[in-house]
């Protein structure tokens, strides 16, 4: 069996490592995206719980409960202007 070059050894040692350092940098960015994903996946859902208290909703959310102070504040004021 011939022994094989500097050449040779050098070219097989280049395309391991670079197949190697490219297995290692897609686990990375897999791992980095699922963390992203979960995060932002959470910040989605906290979002949507503020965004819905932004709306009238029929009596439960901060925009119902200020619109009834309104009301009540107008009431108020008419009763005491009497």
């Keep these: 069996m011939a022994t094989p ?26 791992g980095v995206h699922t963390l992203l994903d979960e995060h932002v996946t959470q ?7 503020i965004e819905y208290q932004l709306y009238n909703n029929g009596g439960e959310s901060m925009k119902d409960a200020v619109d ?3 009301l009540d504040l107008v009431i108020l004021k ?5």
């Design 5 to 30: 070059d500097t050449a040779s050894i050098v070219y097989a040692y280049f395309f391991v490592g670079a197949a190697s350092v490219t297995g290692i940098w897609y686990a990375f960015r897999h």
């Design 68 to 70: 009834r102070i309104e």
């Design 43 to 49: 910040l989605n859902k906290r979002l949507d719980r």
């Design 78 to 82: 008419t009763k005491l202007g009497e």
